[in-house]
């Protein structure tokens, strides 16, 4: 049997052995499962190959690959996906090459590839895994076998709600349509307005207000409205003790959504876009770099970046010069938060909330944010659900005790 049948047949058991892993995958995919599933399970095969088909000699430009530090045999690049799925066809590798960057794009892939050094292909990049994959088999011991870098600095946000299921102020609003508008704009732009060299890239906004006022929600929506995936940075991971490396961090995460056209949403951003400081130390002057740093990233970056913060005053007047849509997320008004309650109250099955209208009034009254009331439904819900009781007022007043001690706020009652 030849090596190229040992390969067909290794794919082949790959899908009977594993057909959860290619339940959601089409034939491109499926192959590039395959290849990923080699260096962990048949480490000599694509060598092999590659020897059949190129030569003893080891030169194997056509067909891709690399070998690690550790790794002895050739770990799979894009090049060695396209070979697999299109050979030497030309047309059918310039159809590969226009579609991977959208494929690449989607939240749902399966499959992605990791940056290429500077100055080299796209698809010399290490074929691996996409992080939804990873999530869907998470309990699988054969994914862990990889390692990734890039995407352990934060994750996707996903949402089932829509912008009707919040309540938003007026100037939200508007905000939200702005965004729309670039968007729009962005999709249909011609070039033949000249006013258009005056614009600078992308579009950078901010959304400040208190905890749980909507902020991160609305984000999400408004991303998964455009049809775009929204990366949410772990600062955590991202921030660095040591010299440069939050830097590099940062060259990682705007080198991938650069490519892949993500949102990119800075949560509690004031922490890597907080204000300069005057120079007493090499602390200090390390830290201005830094900021200087992300300065010019996000000056360059072609997409959307959004900076969540409850403390707007503690961002640096370089970076608000630099952001073309600023929004405030407030408290919710008695008004407001009557609308909330409803809402969240109705979504609950029919039957299980008994309340009449001096108990609205009753609820309303004390200040609260949306994500506090979540937090009072739910424990009303669980508490309902586990005692076969319906929800009234006296079990909502105690999610609203419950809830004002954890923010030190049992006074206000």
Request: include cysteine.
């Amino acid at each position: 049997m030849s090596v190229q049948n040992n390969f067909e047949a290794f794919h082949e058991k790959m899908q009977a052995t594993f057909p959860a892993m290619y339940a959601e995958a089409n034939e491109m995919e499926a192959m590039g499962i395959s290849l990923c599933l080699v260096p962990i399970l048949h480490s000599d095969l694509l060598d092999n190959f590659i020897k059949q088909e190129f030569g003893a000699e080891g030169d194997f430009p056509l067909a891709g690959g690399i070998r690690g530090n550790q790794h002895r045999g050739i770990m799979p690049t894009g090049e060695t996906w396209m070979y697999c799925c299109c050979g030497n066809d030309t047309a059918k590798r310039v159809e590969f090459i226009q579609t991977i960057p959208v494929y690449l794009s989607l939240p749902n892939s399966l499959l992605n590839i990791e940056a290429a050094l500077p100055g080299e292909p796209f698809l010399s990049g290490r074929l691996v895994f996409s992080s939804y994959f990873r999530k869907q088999f998470q309990d699988h011991s054969l994914v862990y076998e990889q390692r990734f870098s890039n995407l352990n600095l934060g994750g996707f946000m996903n949402t089932q709600l829509t912008l009707d299921d919040l309540v938003l102020t007026e100037p939200v609003k508007r905000c939200i349509d702005e965004i729309k508008h670039w968007q729009y704009f962005q999709e249909h732009n011609t070039g033949s307005v000249a006013f258009t060299k005056r614009l600078k890239q992308g579009l950078k906004v901010i959304f400040f207000g208190k905890s749980g006022t909507g902020k991160t929600q609305t984000a999400t929506i408004m991303a998964q409205q455009l049809g775009k995936p929204i990366y949410r940075i772990d600062l955590s991971q991202i921030v660095s003790k040591y010299i440069g490396e939050t830097e590099k961090n940062l060259s990682k995460i705007f080198e991938a959504a650069e490519h892949k056209n993500w949102v990119l949403f800075f949560d509690e951003g004031d922490a890597l876009f907080g204000k300069r400081t005057s120079v007493n130390s090499s602390n200090d002057r390390y830290a201005n770099q830094e900021v200087a740093y992300l300065l010019q990233r996000i000056e360059d970056y072609p997409g959307i970046i959004i900076l969540s913060t409850n403390l707007k005053e503690n961002i640096d007047p370089a970076f608000l010069r630099r952001f073309q849509i600023i929004a405030e997320f407030p408290m919710p008004d008695q008004v407001q938060r009557h609308a909330i309650w409803e809402k969240l109250l109705a979504e609950l099955p029919e039957g299980m909330v008994q309340m009449n209208e001096l108990d609205w009034s009753e609820i309303t009254k004390t200040e609260l944010s949306g994500g506090g009331i979540t937090n009072i439904i739910q424990y009303a819900l669980l508490k309902s659900t586990y005692q076969q009781v319906p929800i009234g007022l006296p079990m909502l007043k105690e999610g609203i005790i419950r809830e004002l001690r954890k923010e030190n706020r049992l006074t206000s009652l």
